[in-house]
């Protein structure tokens, strides 16, 4: 037993578990009899007190009576009972074999509970009362416990006894048992040999004497024997293997001890080092390779101090061939390095191609610098001839002009800005691919800069013969600081690409803010790679609308730009192509269309610079929605429409082509509280309720019609819509329920129309005999529009519809009926004469206005310039200018040019004759036109030497060069601005304007 440690503290611990448990068990019979003999003593006490509580006179009689029965026989006590008198009487009873009551003793205890007629005190021997009886009588009572009685010959006190002894013995019978199992399992383990497992042999156990644990574990040490005879015969085969590979290896090998000397080399290393492995010479690395640089020699001389892998590049000592070292150190169980292992590989030849490519590579750097200057020089020679052509073009008077002559003058000033428009995208994407677009962070005013690009369009969709919408909701910011001329591009681009690809239909653009949840959701999608679908925008787009109250109390950070036009549509396939450089969607779009495909993948760029994407929603042959975000850096916001009282009490009937304009009308009436029924279809069911809804407030709302013509049209040709909206906007009760509910009824009611053959009405005839003010809005000039239908309107407004435009025509037409709803309200008389005046000076300004607008759009550029040359010929002293010039075509136009706007020229081709002719009549010159590229002396040469005279006269630069990069250096030598070739005679005038007349 003594070598089996385990089993005898098993034993031990065992037995003591035993007495521990026998101790716990008598301890508790100690303390149960203990308790058992104090419960007694309480008992009798109790006794006594519920016999001396009824009597109200206890007498010596009645104590010597109580106290003859039973339960007071087997207990020692001591009674006192005192009377009021003094008279005392002693009761002492003691059990055999144990000491008398020597003394006589009046217990003095406290009370701790509320009861004052009895109290006593238990002690570890006897219990202490006292009794308050009737009549002032007192009872003193010390009972003495009984002696605890144990009776051996019990089974309660020797069977636990005998139980553990019993246990004892079988537990250390069990020990001698497993002793010898495991006596019989260690002879069995010292018998085991790697030499003697090459099979596996079961373990000699006795399987009826030995339990199923020893048996498993013999089991499993004759597998583990067996494993470990396999594994080192596979470890000696590994081993065998490992050093013919590393011996016969095509790679020089070698290891290199902690303090940096060789331990070991393959015989590839002997070879080609021509060095014969000794285990009595030391080597180093170093005096076989050396570093390529200083650094890499370092690395050598310091291998002891490398803790990660290298891959350097060495030279041989002897051959000079360049080798790829690969050093790797391998470390210990508890980090340390132990050494390292080093493989060379020749890469003699990969050097020398490396070397090749660098060469190479510069040349090509070279030629990629020498091709840049190449662009700017060529954007010059191009700007300057398109400068020639597009002047030229300018200066000729189309209505002089026959209509094929008009043709083809209008064919070559589009070939023409076509060209122009190719020649700034390809200087733009050299720009974004050499990281040189810079932007201009600046306050943005969104809603001119929109319109502004959106008349810009008006030509192109007129010409396309589709309709131009634009609306801006009064809830944007009017400024944001973004860079202007990219906005201005990317939302021309994309209204531009939308043009081309719509045969008919119309080509949509609005402006409006979104919240920061929805954006974020969008974001998300883009982060995903979810499909943006038609659906899911315009679900969105109708919660929007559905929700325009909630909507303005959201924080709103970011703008969204929507073009949506009704073309041809792009499928899922192509969606992923367009915004890639020279890339369009499909071959047959390139041919049918023309293009370069470089509008939206320029834009695209732009949009990434400004901080906001681009996305796309279209299905083929159903058209295309772009959506462009940008972020809103330090809005400004500023009312866009002015708001008018009058304009509470106008009731604006539309009647429109497409129901995306009616939609928006729908919403900005909705924004300025103005009282708005629009209509996409328009029958005799929505005649019937629209005189319905009239009827009903005929002294409240002043009534106004607008007409869309185009609607007129396609209702005369018997073409119309399925689509209505009547929603009565001013009262904010309407919910989208009620919405959906009126557009039901109109359907039903064009239904039961239908039924009826009465669906079309006689437009023309209705209009006429419609007694109400009436507006025409239409797509094509005023000039276009037969005079017999021109007759029956008040007004006249040109889409892309002008809600400013339209807010003055609506207040100049309602001006009667609001003067005659304001003479009957008599209860706001005061606050009426108010309305009247600041109305009638309003009215005068917005006649003034709507004349001016209608006859914009019959004025002919001919007319344009016909008034410039009337305000040069009524100037008696026209300002002259100094045309700096060295191209003769451009002299010619820039003079012409001039001459239109009402100022006089005189040219000098080049810096030189600048500076002599400043020099000979410096006073008659009010600005200088500079070219910069000229001979002789260019202008950056010019406007230095100018300036260094002292002369501070206002210089502008005119060049073909664009690039931001030529700005700078026009304003570093002192010009005062920076115009670029072709010219654009609005921004010449106004720029000549700005200084000459400051």
Avoid at 125 to 142: A, P
Avoid at 255 to 282: A, C, K, P, W, Y
Avoid at 515 to 542: M, P, Y
Avoid at 892 to 902: A, E, H, P, V
Wanted: with cysteine; net charge negative.
């Amino acid at each position: 037993m003594q070598q089996f440690q385990s089993l005898k503290r098993i034993l031990i611990f065992y037995s003591l578990t035993l007495l521990i448990m026998l101790v716990l068990y008598y301890a508790m019979m100690f303390v149960i009899l203990r308790s058992n003999t104090e419960q007694h003593s309480q008992t009798v006490f109790e006794t006594l007190g519920h016999e001396f509580s009824e009597p109200s006179v206890i007498t010596d009689h009645d104590i010597e009576k109580l106290l003859a029965r039973p339960i007071f026989q087997n207990i020692s006590y001591q009674l006192i009972l005192m009377l009021p008198s003094g008279q005392t009487y002693i009761y002492r009873h003691t059990r055999p074999n144990e000491r008398k009551f020597t003394t006589v003793s009046f217990p003095n205890i406290k009370s701790q509970t509320a009861d004052t007629t009895s109290t006593y005190k238990l002690t570890s021997s006897n219990l202490m009362g006292m009794f308050n009886l009737k009549n002032g009588q007192r009872l003193y009572i010390v009972l003495r416990h009984q002696p605890l009685q144990v009776n051996l010959i019990s089974y309660q006190y020797w069977l636990p006894l005998m139980t553990a002894i019993m246990l004892f013995i079988t537990a250390l019978l069990y020990m001698l048992k497993r002793r010898d199992n495991w006596e019989q399992l260690l002879l069995y383990a010292d018998n085991l040999t790697t030499s003697t497992q090459e099979t596996y042999t079961p373990p000699p156990f006795d399987e009826a004497k030995s339990t199923i644990e020893f048996l498993r574990l013999g089991h499993t040490l004759s597998r583990i024997s067996y494993q470990l005879h396999h594994k080192h015969r596979r470890i000696k085969t590994l081993s065998h293997r490992l050093e013919r590979l590393v011996d016969h290896a095509p790679l020089p090998m070698l290891m290199i001890m902690r303090q940096g000397h060789i331990s070991f080399f393959n015989q590839r290393f002997e070879q080609l080092f021509t060095t014969v492995f000794q285990r009595d010479v030391t080597y180093m690395l170093t005096d076989f390779v050396t570093g390529s640089d200083k650094a890499t020699q370092q690395h050598l001389q310091k291998i002891d101090s490398q803790r990660v892998a290298r891959t350097l590049l060495v030279y041989g000592l002897e051959d000079k061939q360049a080798y790829q070292l690969h050093l790797s150190p391998w470390f210990g169980d508890h980090g340390q390095i132990h050494g390292f292992t080093v493989m060379l590989n020749n890469v003699n030849e990969l050097v020398a191609q490396n070397a090749n490519l660098k060469q190479q590579q510069q040349q090509q750097h070279q030629q990629i610098l020498e091709l840049k200057q190449l662009k700017v020089v060529i954007g010059h020679e191009l700007r300057t001839p398109l400068n020639a052509i597009i002047g030229t073009l300018d200066l000729i008077e189309p209505r002089a002009l026959s209509a094929k002559q008009q043709e083809i003058l209008s064919t070559l000033m589009q070939s023409s800005h076509s060209m122009l428009a190719m020649l700034n995208d390809m200087l733009d994407m050299a720009k974004i691919e050499a990281g040189k677009l810079q932007l201009v962070q600046e306050p943005v005013d969104i809603f001119k800069l929109s319109q502004h690009v959106t008349d810009l369009m008006v030509g192109n969709a007129r010409h396309q013969g589709i309709e131009l919408l634009y609306f801006f909701m009064p809830t944007c910011p009017r400024y944001i600081n973004t860079d202007t001329n990219r906005l201005r591009q990317i939302i021309q681009n994309l209204l531009d690409n939308a043009v081309k690809f719509t045969p008919s239909g119309y080509v949509a653009l609005t402006v409006e803010p979104i919240s920061d949840e929805r954006i974020q959701l969008i974001i998300n999608d883009r982060l995903k790679g979810a499909s943006f679908s038609r659906a899911a925008t315009d679900s969105a787009s109708s919660a929007d609308n559905q929700s325009l109250e909630n909507a303005t109390n959201t924080q709103q950070t970011w703008l969204h730009f929507r073009i949506q036009d009704t073309g041809i549509g792009i499928s899922a396939t192509e969606q992923s192509q367009i915004f890639a450089y020279f890339n369009q969607a499909n071959a047959q779009i390139s041919e049918q269309f023309g293009g370069t495909g470089l509008g939206l993948a320029i834009s695209s760029s732009f949009v990434q610079l400004l901080g906001g994407f681009i996305q796309l929603t279209s299905e083929k042959g159903s058209g295309s929605c772009f959506h462009l975000y940008l972020p809103m850096h330090k809005p400004t916001y500023q009312p866009i429409y002015h708001f008018h009282d009058g304009l509470k009490q106008v009731h604006l009937i539309a009647i429109v082509n497409h129901s995306i304009s009616a939609t928006y009308l729908q919403r900005l009436c909705q924004q300025l509280s103005i009282r708005a029924t629009i209509y996409s279809t328009f029958d005799n069911a929505a005649v019937q309720s629209l005189t319905e809804q009239l009827a009903q407030h005929p002294q409240t709302y002043a009534p106004v019609l607008l007409i869309d013509y185009e609607y007129y049209l396609a209702n005369t040709e018997g073409k119309t819509t399925n689509t209505v909206i009547n929603e009565e906007v001013a009262l904010p009760s309407v919910t989208s329920i009620q919405r959906d509910q009126t557009a039901t009824d109109a359907d039903a009611d064009a239904d039961k129309a239908t039924e009826n053959d009465v669906l079309h009405i006689d437009f023309y005839d209705w209009i006429q005999s419609t007694r109400l003010p009436k507006i025409l809005l239409s797509m094509k000039p005023e000039r276009s529009i037969p005079s017999a239908l021109l007759d029956h309107f008040d007004g006249f407004l040109s889409k892309p519809l002008d809600i400013t435009r339209l807010l003055s025509e609506l207040m100049r037409l309602t001006q009667p009926t609001l003067e005659t709803l304001a003479i009957d309200d008599t209860a706001n008389s005061s606050n009426d004469k108010d309305v009247d005046n600041k109305s009638s000076v309003n009215r005068g300004i917005d006649s003034q206005h709507t004349k001016v607008n209608q006859h914009a759009d019959n004025e002919l550029p001919a007319e344009k310039e016909t008034t410039a040359n009337d305000i040069a010929n009524n100037n008696a002293n026209k300002p002259l200018i100094l045309v700096v010039e060295d191209n003769l075509t451009n002299q010619k136009i820039t003079c012409k040019l001039l001459s239109r706007l009402g100022y006089d020229s005189v040219v000098a081709e080049n810096g030189l004759q600048a500076l002599e002719k400043l020099k000979q009549q410096r006073q008659a010159f009010a600005l200088i036109l500079m070219d910069c590229r000229m001979p002789v002396m260019d202008g950056l040469q010019a406007t230095q030497a100018i300036r260094t005279q002292g002369d501070n006269i206002t210089i502008i630069a005119l060049t073909a060069n664009n690039s931001d990069d030529d700005r700078e250096a026009c304003l570093a030598v002192g010009m005062d601005e920076f115009l670029t070739k072709p010219i654009n005679k609005e921004q010449l005038q106004a720029v000549l304007q700005r200084f000459i007349n400051r």
